[in-house]
DNA sequence: TTCATATATGAATATGTATTCATATATTCA
DNA sequence: TGAATATATGAATACATATTCATATATGAA
């Protein structure tokens, strides 16, 4: 057969095909933001209505100064919009790929 | 209008339509694969063909002990095969799932 | 067998980040 | 105005993890 050195030579094209820096990374910080337990279930409270900090905190069982601070990356990944009403803000979902996202890797890991 | 607490009482049901505990960490567990960029350079590699790690290491400019416990990773996470043939070692994609999971990230962050 | 190459891996280090704590701001109500 | 409630946020802490370094194993070639 031939080296590894030899293939990377002759393949050099398939660098190509590799997204740019910064598509790679912007790429990583989306999933990198549905990597957590805890933004995961902040989403799926807020998938069908809008709540406020205070009933996401009540539901999911977490602090509010947890949420607070987990819905402040969720809003700087522009992954959720947020509405002031009197003393409370409610929080929802501002994107449609995030469904979608979801049910491919719920059905991932369900056939898993 | 009502409190918070109120509020929370009212809706309890929304707390039934999120995934139980596994669910949610399984969920959690595979985006965080994908939240890495090196992990998403060695996925774009691998995409089309098999390579082996020292390809890969060159083709993405990291070090070949980097790639291997990257890939490890990945393993561990059924999101790549191997195969050996000889000296080396080589990967190729183990999920019809991550192409998708892709083109839906890459869809959403040139949206943005 | 000896050497070079390919890969794997434990340990150490460095970096990132989720949560908590204390506190600040804003709004509503008495 | 003062008290209670809702939210936000900087700092500290605790924990996770990506990379490096040193080293081990395995295969093929000389």
Redesign the interface.
């Known amino acids: 057969?031939h080296s590894?050195?030899e293939?990377?030579e002759k393949?050099e094209k398939?660098?190509q095909?590799?997204?740019d820096d910064d598509?790679?990374?912007?790429?990583?910080?989306?999933?990198?933001?549905?990597?957590?337990?805890t933004?995961?279930?902040i989403i799926?409270?807020i998938?069908?209505?809008k709540?406020?900090v205070?009933?996401i905190a009540?539901?999911?069982n977490m602090s509010h100064s947890s949420v607070s601070h987990q819905l402040k990356t969720l809003k700087q990944a522009?992954l959720v919009k947020s509405q002031k009403e009197?003393k409370?803000v409610y929080y929802s979902l501002n994107?449609e790929?995030v469904e979608?996202?979801?049910s491919?890797?719920?059905?991932?890991?369900k056939?898993?």
């Open positions: 057969m590894c050195k293939h990377v393949e398939i660098i095909n590799i997204p598509n790679i990374l912007s790429l990583s910080e989306l999933f990198k933001i549905f990597g957590d337990p933004r995961i279930r799926y409270c998938y069908k209505k709540m406020c205070c009933e009540e539901s999911i522009r009197g409370e994107d790929h979608k996202i979801f491919l890797g719920l059905e991932h890991i056939e898993m």
